[in-house]
């Protein structure tokens, strides 16, 4: 699947949000969240993607 967007925030190594631009073939929204893991262990990645 594949679609145009635009990014509407960036905080670097935090958080990215997106939604799809006018006259996309999907129209969505969304963001990815990166956290420190307990215990040093890695990251924790969250998406969430909204479909209109």
């Not at 935090?14 to 006259?23: K, L, Q, R, T």
């Not at 893991?37 to 990645?45: I, K, N, Y």
């Amino acid at each position: 699947m594949e679609w145009d967007g635009e990014i509407l925030e960036d905080r670097e190594n935090e958080f990215i949000s997106w939604a799809s631009v006018e006259g996309a073939d999907v129209d969505n929204s969304g963001f990815v969240r990166f956290k420190k893991a307990p215990g040093d262990r890695g990251t924790e990645v969250k998406i969430a993607i909204y479909c209109c």
